[in-house]
């Protein structure tokens, strides 16, 4: 592969990225430039600021909008495939600090591809800082702030909360299967948005996620259990998950106060996070 002709393209690959109109019309991503996503936001981010046609393939996440789905694919975003990487030849590979491993980071790097790595931070001001970072980064900081406009405009949609309003307890199920089921703690992308919609995390004892068991269900006791829509899905829908142990014993299973929503909608904190608390929040009610 040829890189001297991406010198310029790439001067802003730091935390000094440029973001100036001149600066950016001075240096600007050659057309020919490909670019592969390891991560679904990010995915949204490089369609929103103009360069999908640059996208040479995706992580298995990457799937809005819909012309993404035809991408090739190369792996999980926690579980990358570097050889399918580097068989399509990138120019620059584009992941999250959290996702790419250090070996993972140094096989992309000896193979002389330019390696693009952001934070992500489950927060409204994160993800403006991740937009802006991306489209300053590589030359496209206009698109990034018109990115940023229709964010807040969704933003701005979402209901505040009524004065006094009791928050509603939300756990949150990480299903795939009966054999397959974890409860969302602290700190994950999920509890954060539970808590943008207006809701609270009814478990808070750990952070990340725990397997589920029928003693933390009726411990917790939630007034709303939430999951993915495949989650819900998989195991047989509402009536599926009813019968697992412990379901009918909490507050929302005796009211049936079952709610899912689309995975990578709710929890990709990228340019859709205010459509998707804006959806989060009517079901919360």
Known sequence: MKFHHLAMAFLALSLGACNNNT??????????????????SISEVLAGIGLEKNIAGTDITSNYPESMKSKPKVGHNKNINAEGVMALQPDLIIGLKKEVS????????????KLLLVDQDYSIEGTKKMIHLLADSLHASAKGDSVIKVLESDLAKVPAPAAGAQKPRVLFIYAR????????????AVDKAIAL????????EFADYKPLTAEALVKANPDIILLFDSGLQSLGGAAGLAKVQGIKETNAGKNNKIISMDGEL????????????QELGAKLK
Do not use: H
């Open 23 to 40: 600066q950016e019309a001075a240096a600007t991503l050659p057309d020919s430039t490909k670019i592969v996503s390891l991560n679904g």
């Open 177 to 188: 299967g009966t054999g397959t089921m974890m409860v969302g703690g602290t700190g994950t």
């Open 102 to 113: 250090p070996a993972l980071a140094a096989q992309f790097k000896a193979a002389g591809v």
């Open 197 to 204: 919609a207006g809701g609270q995390n009814a478990v808070t």
């Open 266 to 277: 709710l929890s990709s904190f990228g340019p859709r996070l205010g459509i998707a608390i």
